[in-house]
Structure formats: structure tokens, C-alpha cells
């Protein structure tokens, strides 16, 4: 069997609100892992969530729930968010899962007889929201821990930690020659900085079952719970080790026989979790004897009106209502366009409004009503067979956003599409097709410039498919093509003369300003 190209999400704690910062981590993956099937490749996308913890643990009691009830409930609100934004995932994980438990524990146990845990005790500052110890380094100029970390209390007790610190200087000559590993380059300097200029302390990786009991248990000690982290970063291989993956199960000693996924070809995260993945996990994987994952590609952060989201402040974006009012394909349209993989955002109504107004209505929309409404009115709904002007500019388009998709790219990749659709309105504007149509003596012009623009969509129609799904489909079908082309590995074949197109309707509806 052959390897899926394997992508992952963050998996996010289910006592939160979906918002904007979910919404577009899972949209940029759902493109990646769509335009990769569409290249050819077999692809696995996994997203989920994170449902142990103290907060959740805190959370279900203030509702009077047991937390396995409250994370049910939730789990329902989430699925439906990622149905909502069309991810075409292939699995969701729930950390609860059984499946998911049995692995950690598969993992807890082997590292512990291999020796690479020890027991000690440990007097310090803790967060309770992060769920950590802080140390010295984590103290504000003014001596005081950072409001982030919430409530910090003086605690001691005894733990489990994982060997980390000898794997520092590995961990560096891992990240200088694998230049991809951490993506964009600025996330990996900042990573390499971090690791150069801090000495490593090992990982507590247990909690205290008489303080938190909503964790996986330790399997060698029924004191102790996992510590969140360490069980929420195993669900990149517990759910290839539920699908049978052989290399997995040869490391972990499971059954194995199934879909070969690990390692992941991509991890897609947000800037603040980048330790927990260039760090903990690439060490967590080599002391099991597993493969690294390929990337870790790092997204920034949404902001809107230069303000946090934050739901006490009221400053959100909630990625439904958009849905609701502009639809789907907007949505994920803007927020690709909008940032490239890495950099931060902000997210303002008047920018969303202006880029649907001037890219997708005036510009695609456009695009596509003129030249299937001229197809229908000059030659009766069918394609005519003719010269394509824009045969040049097509095939830039189409290599370009093949590169671009294969290389992570995604805002290039529209930029790109953008300069195609600018690119054929003004054809339409210099040829004057509905001038032509006047004089049957332009009937050969003509056909050429109808063949083109029809040629122009059909492209357009396969190229934006990975961001824009729902209306790609619907252009397509409205070109007369019901079962649509996904495949981007290869040009589309040229419509043959006399293709009759279908029914021809706005893509965009304009919106009053
Ligand atoms: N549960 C952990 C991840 C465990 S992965 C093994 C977590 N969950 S989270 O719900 O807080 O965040 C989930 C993802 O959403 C993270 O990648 C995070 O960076 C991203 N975002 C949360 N807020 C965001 C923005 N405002 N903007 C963009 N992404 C943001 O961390």
C-alpha cells in the first residue's frame, strides 16, 4: 500500500468556543488536503479535539455534569462547526476515545519500562489555566507572571517527568538540516533561538489523580494522570495506529495491516503551540522510535479591529454568522486570500465586504455571468470551437497554483487565480464581444473570444476547487459539466465544439453596501 499524504490539525479544547482562529486553521488545511487529492495523491485529514483537563474537569462541575457528559454535549457543537465550514476530513478524533486512551497508555508504558521516565518531587509556581509549572524565565520584568497564565498558585508535589533536556543539541542538528521541518522560516530561527539560548528541563507528565482525575490514567500508577499535552499531542499517531498503520504499530507492538499514514506530511498549527510541537513531540516520537512528521506548519494569528478575540470583551467573529450571511465559500475564500500561512491578521467587516464586492461579485462572478450569458445569447448555449487568446496566461495560472498548492502557498495560489480573472475581464473589455456580435462577419472573431473566456472558467472552475468547492461545482455545472473536474494534476481537455451549457445564475449576489 502507499503512504497518504497525512495531514493534521490542531485539536482544539472542546470547552471553548469555536471561533475565527479554529474556523481558518481547519479551512487552510481543508484546502491543502483538498488540492492534494486533487493532485492525485491519497490523503488522510484529521482534525478533533482536546477533552482532558482541569478546565474541562472545573468547567462540567460548575454545570453539574460528569465531564464525559459535558464533552459529549460539546462534541456535537464542534462536529457541526467543522461540517459547517465543508472540511472534507477523513477521521475526528475525540481524546476521549477509547482508542485514543489505549494508545497513550501503549506509549506511557513502553517509555516507562525503557526507562525514559523518573519520579520526583517538585516545589514551584503553577498555572492552573496553562496547566504547567512556570519557572523563573516566565516572570514579567516586574517579577509577576504574565496575566495569560491566569491564576498561579504555590504547589508541591511529586510527578513524573520525561527525559527531555539530553535530546537538546539533537533537536537542534534536527531543525538546522531539515530546513522545511518548521514553515515559514521565522517560526524555525524562533524555535532555534529558544533551543540555543535555554537549557532544556525535562516534562512532567503526570498530574496528581488526587488533584485532577480527568486525564487518562497512568497505566504503572493509579496515583497519577496524564498530562494533557502529552496526551493530546499522541492523537497524531493514535488514530494511524486505530487505522492499522504498520510503522506505528511496529514501534508501539500493535496490530498493524492497515493505511500506511505516519509520518504526518503536515501538522498545521497556530504560533502558540509551536513549542509543544518542535519540541516535546519531535522528542516524544524519537524516544518511541518513530519518524518525525515532515512539517509543522505554522499559521498566525486573527485579530479583529487590531483588537484579541475575545468573547468577554465581545470582540469576535463568529465564522457562522459569516456563513450564514455571504455563505461558505466567501468565507473560506476571504480568509485564504486574506493572510498568508504565517503571517498574522486582522479581521475587518469593511475588508471582508470590500474583497467579496471587488474579487469574488465584480471579479469571478462577474467573469463567468458575462461569458456564459454571452455563450447563451450569441450561440444559442453551445461552446464554439475557436482560437484560445489566453492559452499563455491559462497555463501560467495552472503551473503556478500547482506549485503553489504543493508548496503550502495558498495565498499565492489565489493571487494568482485573481490575476487570471482580472487578466480575462479585460479581454472581455478590449475585444468587445457584445460589438462584434452586431456584425455576422465578426462570427469567426467571435467564436474565438466565447471558445476562450469558456476555456477561462472551465479552468477556473477546477484550479479554485480546493478553496471554493461549493461554487467551483456550481460554475462548472453552469458550464454545462454536472459530474465536476477536481483534477488539477492535468490542464482540463478543451470543451468540444457545440458543448452545451447549462443554466447561468449569479455566483455572488451582490450585496447592498
Ligand atoms: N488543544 C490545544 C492544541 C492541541 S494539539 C495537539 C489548543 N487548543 S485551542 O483550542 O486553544 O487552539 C486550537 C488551535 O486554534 C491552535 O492551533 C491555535 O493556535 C488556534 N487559534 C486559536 N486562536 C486563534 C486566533 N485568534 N487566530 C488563529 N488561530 C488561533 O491549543
Given at each position: 500500500m502507499s503512504k497518504c499524504f497525512y495531514l493534521t490539525t490542531a485539536i482544539d479544547y472542546v470547552n471553548g468556543q469555536p471561533h475565527l482562529g479554529h474556523a481558518y486553521e481547519k479551512v487552510i488545511a481543508d484546502v491543502l488536503a483538498r488540492a492534494r487529492r486533487s493532485l492525485g495523491e491519497k490523503v488522510f485529514f484529521l482534525t478533533g479535539l482536546d477533552e482532558h483537563g482541569q478546565k474541562v474537569q472545573q468547567a462540567a462541575l460548575a454545570e453539574g455534569k460528569n465531564p464525559q457528559e459535558y464533552c459529549d454535549g460539546l462534541a456535537v457543537i464542534w462536529r457541526e462547526f467543522a461540517r459547517r465550514l465543508g472540511l472534507s476530513n477523513d477521521d475526528f478524533v475525540r481524546t476521549t476515545d477509547p482508542r485514543h486512551k489505549s494508545v497513550v497508555q501503549t506509549i506511557l508504558s513502553k517509555l516507562h519500562t525503557e526507562g525514559q521516565f523518573y519520579k520526583k518531587t517538585h516545589k514551584g509556581f503553577y498555572s492552573t489555566s496553562a496547566e504547567m509549572f512556570l519557572t523563573?524565565?516566565?516572570?514579567l520584568p516586574d517579577g509577576s507572571f504574565d496575566p495569560s497564565y491566569g491564576k498561579v498558585i504555590e504547589l508541591e508535589e511529586e510527578n513524573y517527568y520525561f527525559?527531555?533536556?539530553?535530546h537538546q543539541q539533537w533537536l537542534i542538528d534536527y531543525i538546522e538540516s531539515h530546513p522545511?521541518?518548521?514553515?515559514?522560516e521565522s517560526r524555525r530561527n524562533e524555535m532555534l533561538g529558544f533551543l540555543k539560548n535555554n537549557e532544556l528541563e525535562d516534562l512532567c507528565v503526570t498530574r496528581p489523580a488526587a488533584r485532577l482525575n480527568w486525564g487518562i490514567p497512568i497505566p504503572f500508577d493509579p496515583d497519577f494522570v496524564t498530562y494533557v499535552w502529552f496526551d493530546a499531542l499522541v492523537n497524531y499517531i493514535s488514530i494511524p495506529a486505530a487505522h492499522g498503520d504498520p510503522g506505528v504499530a511496529a514501534a508501539l507492538g500493535l496490530p498493524g495491516g492497515g493505511?500506511?499514514?505516519?509520518?504526518?506530511d503536515a501538522h498545521v498549527i497556530g504560533k502558540d503551540i509551536l513549542k509543544f510541537h518542535a519540541v516535546f513531540w519531535p522528542i516524544m516520537l524519537k524516544a518511541m522510535g518513530l519518524p518525525l512528521p515532515k512539517q509543522i506548519l505554522v499559521h498566525g494569528w486573527w485579530q479583529k479591529d487590531g483588537e484579541k478575540l475575545s468573547k468577554s470583551t465581545g470582540n469576535v467573529v463568529d465564522p457562522i454568522a459569516v456563513i450564514e450571511e455571504w455563505g461558505l465559500d466567501a468565507f473560506r475564500y476571504y480568509v485564504v486570500r486574506e493572510l498568508d500561512i504565517g503571517a498574522d491578521g486582522n479581521w475587518t467587516d469593511a475588508g471582508f465586504r470590500s474583497r467579496y464586492q471587488s474579487e469574488l461579485a465584480n471579479g469571478l462572478g462577474n467573469l463567468v455571468n458575462r461569458s456564459l450569458s454571452m455563450i447563451k445569447r450569441y450561440r444559442a448555449g453551445r461552446v464554439p470551437r475557436g482560437d484560445n487568446d489566453l492559452a499563455a496566461e491559462m497555463n501560467e495560472c495552472h503551473t503556478r497554483m500547482v506549485a503553489c498548492y504543493r508548496g503550502h502557498r495558498l495565498q499565492e495560489a489565489l493571487v494568482s487565480a485573481g490575476a487570471l480573472i482580472t487578466r480575462a475581464n479585460q479581454y472581455i473589455d478590449q475585444t468587445s464581444p457584445f460589438k462584434l456580435a452586431k456584425d455576422n462577419a465578426n462570427a469567426a472573431r467571435l467564436d474565438d473570444i466565447l471558445f476562450t473566456l469558456a476555456e477561462v472558467c472551465r479552468l477556473l472552475g477546477v484550479v479554485l476547487w480546493p478553496v471554493i468547492p461549493g461554487v467551483a461545482e456550481k460554475l462548472q455545472k453552469q458550464l454545462g459539466f454536472n459530474e465536476p473536474t477536481t483534477n488539477l494534476a492535468e490542464r482540463p481537455r478543451p470543451i468540444v465544439e457545440g458543448h452545451p451549457i447549462g443554466e447561468v445564475f449569479g455566483l455572488f449576489p451582490r450585496k447592498d453596501p
Open positions: 523563573e524565565k516566565d516572570r527525559k527531555l533536556a539530553e522545511d521541518f518548521i514553515v515559514p493505511a500506511e499514514l505516519w509520518p504526518a
